[in-house]
């Protein structure tokens, strides 16, 4: 597989505090990308990066931030979590010279109460 | 805009073949991708079509018809195993941007 990891798996989080996601790459990819699953929706795109200091808002980009330092971590933050935040949020990883495939991480279940 | 449509459920009998389709409408289209994911796990890429026509790739096939903006993915020799959900996903918005669909979730039964 891949190398990919997310963390933390699990957390759950009060109303109005900061969260941060993160994710870790090994596959030295360019493209990163932030996703939230949610029943009847589907896979949404957050935020994306196309390199280091690069990123770009996705569909669903309100409330969250994001941050790429180097190439293998990019980090999602909600500044003040709200409970319609509560998902399960996706990292993927690709390179355009390779496959078209995205390489998912295993997720990260987010509650807020 | 984008916009893709399948089917949100399907039940199938194991060792027999399911084809679970996939519409959309767009402009600019540009290729069209499935994933497979299992309950509680991550989206696992399965083919990608960027030309009209088949790719097989072992008990999966995924087809793509430009002229009717429609696809579908093969499941042949149905296994229990392949209980999951599929996701069609285009690559319209460009290749940092793929939309996703909903998501078929296929009942594989005995």
């Known amino acids: 597989d891949a190398g990919i990891t997310q963390s933390p798996r699990h957390k759950v989080t009060e109303t109005g505090t900061p969260v941060t996601l993160r994710c870790h790459q090994t596959e030295n990819h360019r493209y990163m990308y932030w996703y939230r699953q949610d029943p009847g929706h589907g896979l949404r795109l957050i935020h994306y990066?196309?390199?280091?200091?690069?990123?770009d808002k996705g569909e669903v980009s309100d409330g969250y931030s994001v941050s790429r330092s180097k190439t293998e971590d990019f980090l999602l933050t909600l500044e003040s979590a709200t409970s319609s935040q509560t998902s399960v949020y996706f990292c993927?990883?690709?390179?355009?010279?390779?496959?078209?495939?995205?390489?998912f991480g295993s997720g990260t279940r987010l509650t807020v109460v | 805009g984008q916009s893709l449509e399948q089917p949100s459920e399907v039940t199938a009998v194991e060792g027999a073949i399911v084809q679970i389709n996939c519409t959309y409408q767009?402009?600019?289209?540009?290729?069209l991708s499935w994933y497979q994911q299992h309950d509680g796990g991550a989206p696992t890429f399965l083919s990608y079509n960027g030309l009209d026509g088949l790719e097989e790739t072992g008990r999966f096939s995924s087809f793509l018809s430009r002229s009717d903006s429609y696809g579908y993915l093969l499941l042949q020799e149905l296994q229990m195993k392949d209980s999951a959900s599929y996701f069609c996903?285009?690559?319209?918005?460009?290749?940092?941007?793929?939309?996703f669909g909903i998501g078929t979730k296929l009942q594989v039964i005995p």
């Open positions: 996903a285009d690559y319209s918005g460009g290749y940092q941007k793929v939309t």
């Open positions: 767009t402009s600019g289209f540009y290729g």
């Open positions: 993927a990883i690709s390179d355009p010279t390779g496959s078209y495939g995205y390489t």
């Open positions: 990066s196309y390199g280091v200091k690069d990123t």
